[in-house]
T-cell receptor
Framework: GAVVSQHPSWVICKSGTSVKIECRSL??????MFWYRQFPKQSLMLMAT?????????EQGVEKDKFLINHASLTLSTLTVTSAHPEDSSFYIC????????????FGPGTRLTVL | GQQLNQSPQSMFIQEGEDVSMNCTSS?????WLWYKQDPGEGPVLLIA?????ELTSNGRLTAQFGITRKDSFLNISASIPSDVGIYFC?????????????FGTGTRLTIIP
């Protein structure tokens, strides 16, 4: 139980294009999901908290117009990196809160974004 | 953003050795979590701690929630090759799952053949 998936697992795009990353909770409903970014050999840094049916809460320094988050259902949150640039290349990881059972956050496998 | 300090930053050990790592914070947390991350994967939850002083085991892993609520420790006994990876602690201000996590800087574990 408590499986979180991400799609795609990796993506390469040209500078200036937009990329959408999906995060799904497969066997539970998640009112809250989180998006993290991890640069090589570094820790996970929280980008934003995604709440189903409402606007996401962004961490300080994260541009909400660049990183669009939509949490339209209890099992799906999407992160869209708009007008991507090489410095946006990173490992993006989501987590979902399993409120009904353990009330713990479970992480997806991550999405590797490379912007050329 | 804030990060928790983990030590050591990296460890090189032989198979069968025991491992100890810790995580410290300047502020109080009411939940401590320990995760393991393999290369190119997301973190996997190992142990969750919810009360100060709590000692919890998961197989060969044992973690403790510090009495001051500003630190936590993880021990791995009789290490095996699949223990290789990066271990992260994470703190949460409350016991509620919708609270954001603050991650540690990570401890990279390598097993020397």
């Amino acid at each position: 139980g408590a499986v979180v998936s991400q799609h795609p697992s990796w993506v390469i795009c040209k500078s200036g294009t937009s990329v959408k990353i999906e995060c799904r909770s497969l066997d539970f409903q998640a009112t809250t999901m989180f998006w993290y970014r991890q640069f090589p050999k570094q820790s996970l840094m929280l980008m934003a908290t995604s709440n189903e049916g409402s606007k996401a809460t962004y961490e300080q320094g994260v541009e909400k117009d660049k990183f669009l988050i939509n949490h339209a259902s209890l099992t799906l949150s999407t992160l869209t990196v708009t007008s991507a640039h090489p410095e946006d290349s990173s490992f993006y990881i989501c987590s979902a809160r399993d409120q009904a059972r353990t009330d713990t956050q479970y992480f997806g496998p991550g999405t590797r974004l490379t912007v050329l | 953003g804030q990060q928790l300090n983990q030590s050591p930053q990296s460890m090189f050990i032989q198979e069968g050795e025991d491992v100890s790592m810790n995580c410290t914070s300047s502020s109080i947390f009411n939940t401590w979590l320990w995760y393991k991350q393999d290369p190119g994967e997301g973190p996997v939850l190992l142990i969750a701690l919810y009360k100060a002083g709590e000692l919890t085991s998961n197989g060969r892993l044992t973690a403790q929630f510090g009495i001051t609520r500003k630190d936590s420790f993880l021990n791995i006994s009789a290490s095996i090759p699949s223990d290789v990876g990066i271990y992260f602690c994470a703190g949460q201000a409350t016991n509620f799952g919708n609270e954001k996590l603050t991650f540690g800087t990570g401890t990279r574990l390598t097993i020397i053949p």
